[in-house]
């Protein structure tokens, strides 16, 4: 079954340093998604993706954070200067199509730890 | 009031048990609502996916939607160990997902 792989699975990092975390969506999916949890927390919306470029984000999604398809497989998110607080889980998902009724999947995962 | 509420408390069950879960939204523009299972150091996985009022049913889940009432229940029958996980509820409107915070199960064998 196809699925949405994400690497690395764990990212350790200073304060203050840049981080890309990489997604492969699954492959006909045309609408990206990142999301993130802070431990003990919800799962929270980030941003949304699509025809390369942003559709949606919340108020997370600062100038700090910027996402990118830089080829034809992979979604990427980077965070300019990673700060203490920007310890999570973040989730690359992706679908087919942007309806609210269309399904989101979503990858494993990559924890972010920031010292 | 907060978007999504799910009483975060762990639920420990006997094998066989039926687990009864819930969340409440205040969003009324929600028109979708989902169940999402995650295991340890795993991404959420769909499990129920619900859109108008009434039941749902799959195998051993049932999902419940009360639009009037804006609640949300999901049902395991004859819980299993292997049902063990964390349960978000999800709800969208638009094109973002809204969750709640979870709820640990535990099914002791």
């Known amino acids: 079954e196809p699925e949405v792989t994400q690497t690395p699975s764990h990212q350790v990092t200073q304060m203050g340093q840049e981080v890309i975390l990489r997604c492969v969506p699954i492959s006909n999916h045309l609408y990206f998604y990142w999301y993130r949890q802070i431990l003990g927390q919800k799962v929270e919306f980030l941003v949304s993706f699509y025809n390369n470029e942003i559709s949606e984000k919340s108020e997370i999604f600062d100038d700090q954070f910027s996402v990118e398809r830089p080829d034809g497989s992979n979604f990427t998110l980077k965070i300019r200067s990673t700060k203490l607080e920007d310890s999570a889980m973040y989730f690359c998902?992706?679908?087919?199509?942007?309806?609210?009724?269309?399904?989101?999947?979503f990858g494993s995962g990559t924890q972010l730890s920031v010292l | 009031q907060k978007e999504v509420e799910q009483d975060p408390g762990p639920l420990s069950v006997p094998e066989g048990a039926i687990v009864s879960l819930n969340c409440t939204y205040s969003?009324?523009?929600?028109?979708?609502f989902m169940w999402y299972r995650q295991y340890s150091r795993k991404g959420p996985e769909l499990l129920m996916y619900?859109?108008?009022?009434g039941n749902k049913e799959d195998g051993r889940f049932t999902a419940q939607v009360d639009k009037s009432s804006k609640y949300i229940s999901l049902f395991i029958r004859d819980s299993q160990p292997s049902d063990s996980a964390t349960y978000l509820c999800a709800m969208r409107g638009n094109n973002r997902l809204a969750f709640g915070k979870g709820n640990q199960v535990v099914v002791i064998p």
């Open positions: 619900t859109y108008s009022s």
């Open positions: 998902a992706s679908s087919q199509q942007s309806a609210t009724n269309e399904k989101l999947f």
């Open positions: 969003n009324s523009a929600f028109q979708y």
